[in-house]
């Protein structure tokens, strides 16, 4: 069975400061997607960023970043230039092709001004 | 292009009856999950619908059921409501990229 796990239950940063989020993983498939969401206090599950296993290369979206590092299975997001609007619960999560998502407990982020 | 959308947004029932929630796809996704978030966890997968068909199941009893129409608009039915059902239960499709999107949730509490 896949699992995903966050391991930092809450994290801290200051406005304009960087902040990584960790994640880790377990599989036995070569083939896969990882994905990080951000669900703000309205509930809305939105995508931050994804990548695709096959993929040395590490995704970046503006000021999202991630650490892919497949054969230690970590996934790793991290967030630059922090803003105030940054503040959510962020969710790891693991998906095999065209199969159901597992997601981590999530990292509940605090930005402070 | 439409997002997902979920219908209600909120709704109480009281243990014993019977719940259906609703989800439109985003324009272009034939493929739609539903999961249940319970306070302070991760989504779980209930189950995933691709052209009208359940092709995926998560760990819920069969009370928990489903149908998706032609349009790949979706629904999700609750029998027998137990007090444990209280979560947010959220939509997502699938892109052609095989990422998902999600609805804004419907949030069920249960008496």
């Known amino acids: 069975a896949q699992t995903v796990t966050q391991s930092q239950p809450e994290m801290s940063v200051q406005e304009a400061e960087t902040v990584t989020l960790s994640c880790t993983y377990d599989t036995s498939e070569s083939d896969y997607y990882l994905f990080w969401y951000k669900q703000p206090p309205s509930r809305q599950m939105i995508l931050v960023i994804r990548?695709?296993?096959?993929?040395?290369q590490n995704a970046t979206e503006n000021r999202f970043s991630v650490n892919f590092q497949k054969a230690a299975k970590s996934f790793s997001l991290k967030i630059s230039d922090s803003q105030l609007g940054d503040a959510a619960m962020y969710f790891c999560a693991y998906r095999r092709r065209n199969n159901d998502m597992r997601f981590g407990a999530g990292t509940r982020l605090t930005v402070k001004p | 292009e439409t997002g997902v959308t979920q219908s209600p947004t909120h709704l109480i029932k009281t243990r014993g009856q019977q719940v259906t929630l609703r989800c439109s796809s985003q324009s272009g996704h034939n493929t739609v999950s539903w999961y249940q978030q319970a306070l302070g966890q991760g989504p779980q997968f209930i189950f995933q619908y691709y052209r009208e068909e359940e092709n995926g199941r998560g760990n819920f009893p069969p009370r928990f059921s489903g149908l998706q129409f032609p349009n790949y608009s979706s629904e999700l039915n609750v029998n027998a409501l137990e007090l444990d059902d209280s979560a947010l239960y959220l939509c997502a499709s699938t892109s052609s990229t095989d990422t998902q999107y999600f609805g804004p949730g419907t949030r069920l509490t249960v008496l």
């Open positions: 990548q695709e296993a096959y993929k040395q």
